[in-house]
């Protein structure tokens, strides 16, 4: 029985590679049936493109396909452009620190269904808890719709006492994650060790059962 590809998780600075990222969305919006998703225009989808340029967009790759995105940053680098997170940071409850150069904020999570075994969930993590790390950050900070809290529960986010609601009227959840919990968590599961902060390898087969 032959082996998957292994995964790559790379940071995208090109524009070929952005667009592919965006592409990719795109593409998974549409197989969930997400039409809310793909009609963001206006000034929302202004302010999207805005946070792509901003914060680091991180891509998850089988060979020569996209198998998972997300999207990284500290807070401090788009204070007062990131709707979601200035309200989670104003509001205050529930934050272990008020200090904004502690958080970093993650968004944008989509991993293909053919992927979602745990692989690539926890390659993306992984990627944005060093960037965290370099960065000085303590904390992340995440929202999601309520039926996708889990996903985030299984790294290690606790749902925080705050609501979110978004441009289409639907309640989203912030979570934090203690940075340093996390990385004591998922170092003990396995021996993954990462080559570099732009690239890292991990075979599918090593961490398809690690949550």
């Known amino acids: 029985m032959s082996r998957r590809k292994p995964v790559t998780f790379e940071l995208a600075t090109s524009n070929q590679r952005k667009q ?8 998974c919006y549409s197989m969930m049936g997400r039409t809310d998703l793909l009609q963001e225009d206006g000034a ?10 901003q914060l680091h967009l991180i891509e998850a790759r089988s060979g020569d396909e996209t198998v998972g995105t997300i999207r ?7 204070a007062g452009d990131d709707h979601y997170a200035d309200s989670i940071i104003n509001n205050k409850i529930g934050l272990p620190s008020s200090e904004p150069e502690n958080f970093s904020r993650t968004d944008r999570l989509i991993i293909h ?16 808890l060093r960037l965290a790390i370099e960065s000085g950050c303590r904390f992340d900070l995440c929202w999601s719709e309520q039926h996708l809290a889990r996903v985030y529960q299984r790294l290690g986010y606790t749902v925080l006492h ?6 289409r009227a639907v309640t989203l959840y ?9 990385g004591e968590r998922w170092s003990a599961r396995d021996a993954v060790t ?13 961490l398809s059962i690690s949550c």
């Open 44 to 53: 929302r989808g202004r302010q999207q493109r805005k946070l792509d340029n």
């Open 113 to 128: 269904p053919k992927y979602r075994r745990g692989t690539v969930l926890i390659g993306l993590a992984r990627f944005c």
């Open 162 to 167: 705050q609501r979110l609601v978004s441009a």
């Open 194 to 206: 990462p080559q570099t902060s732009t690239t890292s390898k991990i075979d599918q087969n090593e």
């Open 72 to 78: 990284w940053g500290t807070y401090i680098s788009v």
């Open 174 to 182: 912030p979570q934090i994650l203690n940075i340093q919990q996390f």
């Open 20 to 27: 592919s990222i965006t592409d990719f969305r795109r593409q």
